[in-house]
């Protein structure tokens, strides 16, 4: 039997909701073995923070003696589910799914134990499948039930398409809590419809019923909005040091105690004191994210990478200093058209960044001599020398040599 609280830091912390509570505890009390399912899309490459919430649930668990049983959705990120988008993700080939699994699992196994971690891709069952199959598995649900979950009812009513491709996601993802035995499957809230049709399907196959355990969505460094590598704000586990710390210290202060709540494992007593010194300005903000920047950057890296990011943070943003290494970039002439240089440059990505930050007065020249200028919106192109910095936003720079 665990520890009451044990079990409420299971269930409690970094949780959102599950279903059934009572069941997950009575199967956490059973002495069973439990197999806990956490499947993934390979669409994209890259976890960030958002995902690292889960991941800590699990290994959590898998420090009880439970075992994480991985389903690579090698067949459903060929699909697309849109999970609350307004639109129909793109398919993707094999080769890019392969391709985003292999960079996924380096980056998943920097939080989950490899040893205790079964990796199984979908293809291993549907590969045998066959149209008969297909069939029968769409027969137990209406499609009706489908058009409950929140993105195909709005879709729907807004007369704006859905593929019946999307509509298989769901049962696909289902069949995979069949197939493995799942006892518990984890997910984000936006996940939560999807979950249920594998509780669902194992009911009607005769099989338990698996728990839905899931997380709530983190939210970016903009503060506002689930953090999404496609809205830029956030936080990748394998950014540098620089970066991940100084992405940490952007968030605002109202972010730092869920921060600390769903990827530390600082103590909730220690977090509630924080949360009333806080709101009485009793502690500066600033030394707490610095803590918290700390913690996770080395969790990540490690501690002397931590302690550089640091130092670089009080340095560069702190102190407005430069860093000690900036990239250099060679130009071949004095006059420079500003937005190319900073394409060219691989300082940001495209004309359209490039004008944005201007626009924003992010973009500033520290010449080798004299005082530091942001650049002009007006001004199309600059005259620049060697050993001029670059300097955009807070954290990028280049050299020019």
Known sequence: MLSNETIRNITERGVSNIISKSEFIELLNSGKTL?????????RPDIHMGHVVGLRKL????????????????WTA???DPS???ATRQMLSHEEVIANADSYMRQFFKVIDHDRTQVMWQSEWFGKFTLADVIHLTGKFTVAQFLERDDFAQRFQEHRPIAITELLYPLLQAYDSIAIESDVEFGGTDQMFNLLVGRELQGILGHNRQQCFMMPILVGTDGIQKMSKSLDNYIGVEDSPEDMFGKIMSLPDEQIIPYLEYLTDTSMDEIEDLKRNLLKNAMNPMGIKKNLAHHLTTDFHNIDLANDARDNFERVVQGRGLPQDIPEYSISNSTQQIHLLLKDSGIVSSNGEA???INQNAVEIIPIS????AVDPEMNELSLSPGDVIKVGKRRFIRLI
């Open 355 to 357: 004008k944005r930050l």
């Open 78 to 80: 060929q699909i697309g």
């Open 59 to 74: 290994r959590q668990l898998q420090e009880l003696g439970h075992q994480v049983i991985l389903i690579v959705g090698d």
């Open 35 to 43: 197999r806990l399912k956490m499947g993934f899309d390979p669409s």
């Open 84 to 86: 609350g988008r307004s």
């Open 370 to 373: 004299g005082s530091s200028y």
